[in-house]
């Protein structure tokens, strides 16, 4: 039995809650991964945002690092179904995917840019325009990106999904996959731009 009224106090609204509340049994708290943030890439809020800034952090080498790519990956890998919610604001943009853990990071070519290799996929929003993209395959969606992405992963099934979520949630793109690897979560940040996770 669902308590609708602490999904209320949540911001979650009946017409949200009708036909999507099974995602929520499969809602993962995902944790970003220091080691593998590009260094232009800034923390905030207890490591669950980032901002990509003109300025490099003094972070240390580690062979999961992004070199060249705003991008940062979540420590856990997933095998499972799994459900998880980002928010982003600024100008720059954000792609929100997922890759295999044995993507390259090192150096700015194609096979380490999430969505663009095919060891990954993702979703690309800007202000302007919203994509699926992998393996330098690119799909325009006609809706726009809204700030609140959440994405369901059904590893066994073979499905990744992407919806728009406010008062009501809306499909904005599934992929049928068969998945060979466990899946990181994935983020390319753009200039300006901040990301962070959601706590449902």
């Given at each position: 039995?669902?308590?609708?009224?602490?999904?209320?106090?949540?911001?979650?609204s009946?017409?949200?809650?009708?036909?999507?509340?099974?995602?929520?049994?499969?809602?993962?708290?995902?944790i970003?991964?220091?080691?593998?943030?590009?260094?232009?890439?800034?923390?905030?809020?207890?490591?669950?945002?980032?901002?990509?800034?003109?300025?490099?952090?003094?972070?240390?080498d580690?062979?999961?690092?992004?070199?060249?790519?705003?991008?940062?990956?979540?420590?856990a890998g997933?095998?499972?179904?799994?459900?998880?919610?980002?928010?982003?604001?600024?100008?720059?943009?954000v792609?929100?995917?997922?890759?295999y853990?044995?993507?390259?990071?090192?150096?700015?070519?194609?096979?380490?840019?999430?969505?663009h290799?095919?060891?990954?996929?993702?979703?690309?929003?800007?202000?302007t325009?919203?994509?699926?993209?992998?393996?330098?395959?690119?799909?325009?969606?006609s809706?726009?990106?809204?700030?609140?992405?959440?994405?369901?992963?059904?590893?066994?099934?073979?499905t990744?999904?992407?919806?728009?979520?406010?008062?009501?949630?809306?499909?904005?793109?599934?992929?049928?996959?068969?998945?060979?690897?466990?899946?990181?979560?994935?983020?390319?940040?753009?200039?300006?731009?901040?990301?962070?996770?959601?706590?449902?």
């Amino acid at each position: 039995m669902w308590d609708l009224e602490a999904f209320s106090l949540s911001g979650w609204s009946l017409h949200r809650l009708s036909g999507t509340a099974h995602l929520l049994l499969y809602y993962n708290d995902i944790i970003l991964d220091p080691n593998t943030a590009n260094s232009y890439l800034c923390f905030s809020d207890g490591q669950r945002a980032v901002t990509t800034r003109a300025d490099p952090q003094p972070y240390a080498d580690h062979p999961d690092r992004f070199t060249s790519w705003a991008q940062v990956l979540c420590k856990a890998g997933m095998a499972g179904r799994c459900y998880w919610e980002i928010e982003w604001t600024g100008n720059g943009g954000v792609s929100v995917g997922v890759c295999y853990k044995n993507m390259s990071r090192a150096g700015g070519g194609s096979e380490c840019k999430l969505g663009h290799n095919s060891k990954s996929w993702t979703l690309d929003c800007s202000p302007t325009a919203c994509s699926f993209q992998h393996n330098k395959e690119s799909m325009t969606i006609s809706a726009q990106c809204a700030s609140r992405i959440g994405v369901y992963l059904d590893f066994r099934g073979g499905t990744l999904s992407f919806f728009n979520v406010s008062d009501a949630m809306v499909l904005l793109h599934k992929e049928k996959i068969t998945f060979t690897q466990p899946l990181y979560p994935g983020f390319w940040v753009g200039l300006g731009s901040t990301l962070k996770l959601c706590s449902i």
